[in-house]
């Protein structure tokens, strides 16, 4: 019986989408890049038939297939397939001042909002209701809504009493159907309302088009009769079930990034690095500490939206091979072609001069085309598009790397080129093999993650600590982690107010690679 | 007496508050915040809303007050952690003004900020678009204190005759102390009978018991602390710059050991320096706000002095309760108001008054 050890990544990313093929020692032994397709299902269905055809018979031996996508970022950056969300928050006369999508950017939350209320309910921060919850208000709410596709829950203080929120679902759903969307801030964030509740709207918003991604991957894993586990990566680096990335598409947002910036760092060997991941759009910048992403709890903005769960820590440069010159005013970007390069590029036979372009004056990046002969003003504006691009990415590696220019940086991504050999605010600048599906490898080699939370008295703080990482290193070895490889990567302290003793709650998360499965250790 | 602060003789004085300049005011309250003061951005969002409907915001000094003008404080009282989750209620300011309109027997024309630290700083500016009256260009602390007796009227001997509290849910109370140590007691109290979090008014002033009686410019200062912020490419330097203020160091956070005690967060954190920093070490000791900065057991700066950590690559400064293990940060600190440093001010807010058994060594700021 042979060894079913081989790991299929596949990532979908705005221009491209890649698949990988890794061996059980980590080697990526299939590889390929083919354009992002408007339905997700061409992409996906076309990457994995590709690396599966380049294996041949040893298809048999691909136990598991991991899959990471930017599409729910691209889908609100560009304000594309969104579902419309009703908002209800639970706690008013408190809060009233600040109404639902305080500060959205006014398009998105006309394509997303199909209306919001206010009402009775919510909590203080003790458990003490602030007003009786407004059932009649609920139901008087949803009765005058137009169209809807989900509904969005928000209830003051749900984080720690969460009761009301489950019973508002429950109310809605018996009312308008067992089968209503309805998503509960609880399960998106944690305390912290405005961006709590944006982050749940957005999750609602985002639904149909997770679906598209999940379906698209279980129509093609079942088209090609792999016998395989199938997996979603999440904002940090470990894996989930498809069901869970359908319902909580937001915990998926950052998974890109995550991607590309782990399998960057495991392919170019450096465990401490700076990632530059330059697609079509833009370069996302990241760092590698002790091989994991540096993330951020801070609020960070989606698409203008503030939101607050936690995500790899990236800076966004809206530099890619798609970007387009402004041959006039020599502006570059933000503007991109994104994935209709390969029809709209000058290098393709388009009329768009894009940064790709602006590469081939210098030596064509893509083997076997050539620039067509350029008006001299279109040559001198792509000429100096380089120069920019230069300066950008070497003020964005300066920003990351706090002032040390030692540090090595990663070039992965299908832009790649457009980083030059050498900027005065990095290190050694490392290309390395198969670095063009970093992303796609990044998935491939997902952590399998658990975590853990322990409640103490302050004075118990190191104890806790201690058995919150016991119990996060059990579960992470329970969702498939090898037992060798596991490690703590993250510990959150967070104090608990108002109670009778200093307490605090410490969050563990543990994480390693799934342990490699042997024949032996197979029975389905 | 309290004098000018130290950044307020630079430049021009900002005479209108618009809502361009919010986003940089908020920038600038959180660095005054030295860690505490609360989250600005629902703040900002609000002031930023409420500019754009009701037109700028006038701000004034303390020469251009009248006769017939009336000054009081507005802030929000309570847990920060608790403020970004149960906001304000809409009316609850208009509830405010008119139960103080009622006891004053006159109307009020001005709003101050009992603090520049923090969404106290910010939250003003919106509350006197809502009700159409005039910002002073000062406040009552000139950074963040967690105690409504540390304020430089009361260092300067101006008493405080009543205040007015109310809550999200619509309660009002009164509350006539014998002296403002009574009244962060009971308003205290009251705040988390109220769920933690309130909006406060009082210290009810006219032209004349104001002079000489808060820290002038220091809402200016803050915005055009913002404003270099992000103008700039290096912002942790432009801030020191603006600021007058020294980087103490650079480096990540290593510990955080913090907990809640009756509603103040307490502890300490640690940062290792990184790059140039390398190999050394830093404690900062945390009640609400930053308060002392060790390093080889000895005190580098302690409060009244202002120190905030900011993030070394945004230059953003960092709310305690918003401190993470691994951040990457930096250290700031620069001198306090004069009005601090009196025999009166240290009482009310130097090293003892949070329970340090320190001198109080003066922090000389950028020039050694």
């Known amino acids: 019986m042979t060894a079913r050890d081989l790991a299929l990544g596949v990532d979908v990313g705005g221009t491209n989408t890649d698949a990988v093929i890794l061996d059980g020692l980590g080697t990526v032994i299939a590889h390929t890049k083919r354009p992002t397709t408007d339905d997700v299902t061409g992409g996906i269905r076309a990457g994995i038939a590709d690396v599966l055809a380049s294996i041949g018979p040893d298809r048999t031996r ?29 706690g008013a ?9 305080t500060g959205w950017p006014q398009d998105l939350a006309g394509i997303v909002l199909a209306g919001s209320a206010m009402l009775g309910g919510g909590h203080m921060v003790d458990g003490t209701p602030i007003s009786p919850l407004d059932r009649d208000g609920i139901r008087r709410f949803v009765d005058g809504l137009d169209a809807f596709d989900a509904i969005a829950v928000a209830g003051i203080f749900s984080p720690s009493s969460p009761e009301q929120e489950l019973e508002v679902a429950e109310l809605l759903r018996g009312h308008l159907g067992q089968d ?11 305390t912290g309302l405005l961006e709590r509740e944006n982050a749940t709207v957005l999750n609602a918003a985002l639904y149909s088009v997770a679906l598209a991604v999940t379906d698209a991957l279980v129509t093609v894993v079942a088209e090609e009769g792999l016998d395989a586990q199938t997996f979603f990566a999440q904002n940090d680096g470990t894996l989930m079930s498809l069901d869970y990335a359908a319902q909580y598409p937001v915990l998926t947002i950052g998974s890109g990034p995550a991607n590309s910036i782990r399998g960057a760092a495991y392919l170019s060997g450096h465990d401490n690095a700076i990632v530059v991941d330059v697609g079509g759009t833009t370069s996302d910048l990241g760092v590698v500490v002790g091989g994991f992403p540096r993330e951020s709890t801070l609020p960070r903005e989606i698409g203008g939206v503030r939101t607050n769960f936690r995500m790899p820590d990236v800076l966004s440069v809206g530099i890619g091979g798609g970007t387009v010159v402004d041959v006039v005013s020599g502006r570059v970007g933000p503007e991109s072609v994104g994935y209709r390069i390969d029809r709209e590029g000058l290098l393709f036979g388009g009329s768009t001069p894009t940064l790709t372009d602006a590469a081939a004056i210098a030596g064509s990046p893509v083997a076997g085309r050539r620039l067509p002969a350029l008006p001299s003003a279109t040559a001198s504006a792509l000429r100096d598009a380089l120069a920019v691009v230069t300066d950008r990415l070497d003020a964005a590696v300066e920003r990351l790397s706090l002032g040390r220019a030692d540090i090595p940086l990663v070039v992965v991504g299908g832009g790649g080129f457009l980083v ?24 491939a080699i997902s952590l399998a ?41 993250e510990i959150l302290e967070t104090h608990v107010p108002y109670t009778a003793q200093p307490t605090v709650n410490v969050s563990v998360k543990a994480a390693g690679p799934l342990a490699r499965l042997t024949a032996g250790a197979v029975s389905g | 007496m309290a004098q000018t602060s130290p950044a307020s003789h630079v430049a021009e004085r900002i005479t209108e508050v618009t809502a361009d300049d919010i986003a940089a005011l908020g920038i600038g309250t959180a660095i005054f915040g030295t860690g505490g003061g609360g989250e600005v951005y629902g703040a900002q969002t609000m002031v930023e809303r409420e500019l754009t409907t009701h037109g700028p915001v006038r701000l004034v000094s303390v020469d251009e007050l009248g006769p017939d003008d009336v000054v009081m404080l507005m802030s929000g009282i309570g ?53 159409g009256l005039q910002v002073l260009d000062a406040d009552g602390m000139g950074r963040a204190f967690p105690d409504a007796a540390m304020v430089a009227m009361n260092a300067a001997g101006v008493h405080c005759d009543w205040a007015v509290q109310s809550d999200v849910v619509g309660n009002i109370t009164v509350m006539k102390t014998v002296d403002l140590h009574w009244l962060e007691r009971h308003a205290r109290a009251l705040t988390v009978a109220s769920g933690s979090i309130c909006i406060g008014a009082h210290y009810p002033m006219t032209a004349e018991t104001v002079r000489g009686a808060v820290i002038e410019g220091t809402v200016s200062a803050a915005i055009r602390v913002g404003h270099a912020l992000l103008n700039a490419s290096d912002p942790v330097s432009a801030i020191a710059a603006e600021l007058d203020a020294r980087v ?57 002095d202002l120190i905030t950590i900011i993030d070394t690559e945004t230059g953003h400064a960092i709310t305690t309760e918003m401190l993470r293990f691994g951040q990457r940060v930096s250290v700031l600190a620069w001198p306090c108001d004069p009005v601090w440093r009196t025999p009166r001010g240290l009482e009310l807010a130097g090293p003892a008054a949070f329970g340090y058994d320190l001198p109080y060594i003066p922090f000389e700021g950028a020039a050694r």
């Open chain 1, 62 to 90: 691909v136990s598991r297939v991991m899959l990471g996508t930017t599409h729910a970022t691209n889908a609100i950056v560009q304000r594309r397939g969104l579902d419309r969300v009703a908002m209800i928050r639970l």
């Open chain 1, 93 to 101: 006369p408190a809060a009233t001042e600040f109404p639902p999508l």
């Open chain 1, 180 to 190: 209503t969307r309805v998503f509960l801030s609880q399960d998106i964030g944690p």
């Open chain 1, 420 to 443: 030059p050999d050498r900027l005065p605010s990095a290190g050694e600048i490392l290309r390395p093999d198969h670095g063009g599906v970093a992303n796609a490898v990044g998935a």
């Open chain 1, 449 to 489: 993650g658990g975590r853990a939370d322990q409640m103490a008295p302050m004075g118990d703080r190191e104890s806790a600590i201690e058995q919150a990482s016991e119990a996060a290193i059990a579960k992470a070895i329970q969702a498939g982690a090898d037992p060798l490889d596991v490690s703590i990567v």
């Open chain 2, 79 to 131: 847990a920060p952690t608790v403020g970004i989750e149960m906001l304000s209620s809409k009316g609850q300011i208009h509830a405010l003004l008119e139960e103080a309109e009622r006891l004053l027997g006159r109307p009020v024309t001005t709003l101050m900020a009992a603090e520049i630290g923090g969404s106290n700083g910010v939250r003003p500016i919106g509350w006197a678009a809502q009700l």
């Open chain 2, 248 to 304: 103490l160091m650079s480096g990540k956070i290593t510990d955080l050991d913090r907990r809640t005690v009756g509603g103040f967060v307490r502890g300490s954190v640690t940062i290792s320096g990184i790059g140039e920093d390398r190999g050394r070490l830093q404690r900062l000791e945390l009640q609400n706000e930053n308060l002392l900065v060790l390093e080889d057991g000895e005190v580098l700066v302690s409060v009244p």
